[in-house]
């Protein structure tokens, strides 16, 4: 990470980032109709849950086992936990899909997933800059983060609002509120990822 050979830690944090950003482009695909297949779609999720997990998992390994590391130990872990967070988060809310098995697609659900991949992609190429030690382009992308966590939050805000309008079934509106609720703690989790890398600029700047 930070030399011309790359240093493993570089490469696992690349491959986590790379990981979600591939998860959450699928996550955006969803389409809540009759023909929707929930258990795919969540197996797919899953898978990509899983492996980050492992990756997770060798991450912490090679840290224990590792003296000195090109950036604070402490940040590398945050950083991997806060990826794996938002994983994590994609899984909950897949499994939300299923279990309530909604067939009701919103326009709100589509603002959500868009803002949440969109994230993933800035994070992925802040990610990248880090380990290129590349710190004074890291911001513009945690920046972007932050904004798309904001479009959720107005998101969620304009989707409750509507559904306690139009719902008329509370069974429905608790779950549409759980799903709503959910997707905007994604977001929420992409922002721990923007903080941490702007921690490790202000650190390493």
Same mark, same amino acid.
């Given at each position: 990470?930070?030399?011309?050979?790359?240093?493993?830690?570089?490469?696992?944090?690349?491959?986590?980032?790379?990981?979600?950003? &591939?998860?959450? +482009?699928?996550?955006?695909?969803?389409?809540?109709?009759?023909?929707?297949?929930?258990?795919?779609?969540?197996?797919?999720?899953?898978?990509?849950?899983?492996?980050?997990?492992?990756?997770?998992?060798?991450?912490?390994?090679?840290?224990?086992?590792?003296?000195?590391?090109?950036?604070?130990?402490?940040?590398?872990?945050?950083?991997?936990?806060?990826?794996?967070?938002?994983?994590?988060?994609?899984?909950?809310?897949?499994?939300?899909?299923?279990?309530?098995?909604?067939?009701?697609?919103?326009?709100?659900?589509?603002?959500?997933?868009?803002?949440?991949?969109?994230?993933?992609?800035?994070?992925?190429?802040?990610?990248?800059?880090?380990?290129? &030690?590349?710190?004074?382009?890291?911001?513009?992308?945690?920046?972007?983060?932050?904004?798309?966590?904001?479009?959720?939050?107005?998101?969620? &805000?304009?989707?409750?609002?509507?559904?306690?309008?139009?719902?008329?079934?509370?069974?429905?509106?608790?779950?549409?509120?759980?799903?709503?609720?959910?997707?905007?703690?994604?977001?929420? &989790?992409?922002?721990?990822?923007?903080?941490?890398?702007?921690?490790?600029?202000? +650190?390493?700047?």
């Amino acid at each position: 990470m930070f030399n011309r050979k790359p240093n493993k830690f570089a490469v696992q944090l690349n491959t986590m980032v790379e990981n979600l950003e &591939r998860a959450a +482009k699928y996550f955006e695909n969803v389409n809540l109709d009759s023909s929707f297949n929930f258990k795919t779609y969540f197996d797919n999720i899953k898978a990509f849950e899983t492996h980050g997990d492992n990756l997770m998992h060798h991450l912490i390994s090679d840290l224990n086992q590792t003296f000195i590391t090109p950036i604070e130990r402490e940040d590398i872990l945050a950083l991997a936990n806060a990826l794996d967070d938002v994983l994590d988060g994609m899984e909950e809310v897949a499994a939300m899909f299923m279990m309530y098995n909604q067939k009701k697609h919103t326009p709100h659900i589509d603002v959500f997933v868009e803002n949440i991949s969109k994230a993933c992609t800035e994070a992925k190429l802040a990610v990248e800059l880090v380990n290129e &030690r590349k710190f004074d382009h890291v911001r513009v992308h945690a920046i972007k983060i932050k904004e798309h966590e904001t479009n959720c939050d107005v998101v969620l &805000r304009k989707s409750i609002k509507e559904l306690f309008d139009t719902e008329e079934n509370p069974i429905k509106i608790m779950q549409m509120k759980d799903i709503y609720n959910n997707l905007e703690n994604i977001a929420d &989790r992409c922002q721990v990822v923007a903080v941490i890398l702007e921690s490790i600029v202000m +650190k390493n700047s």
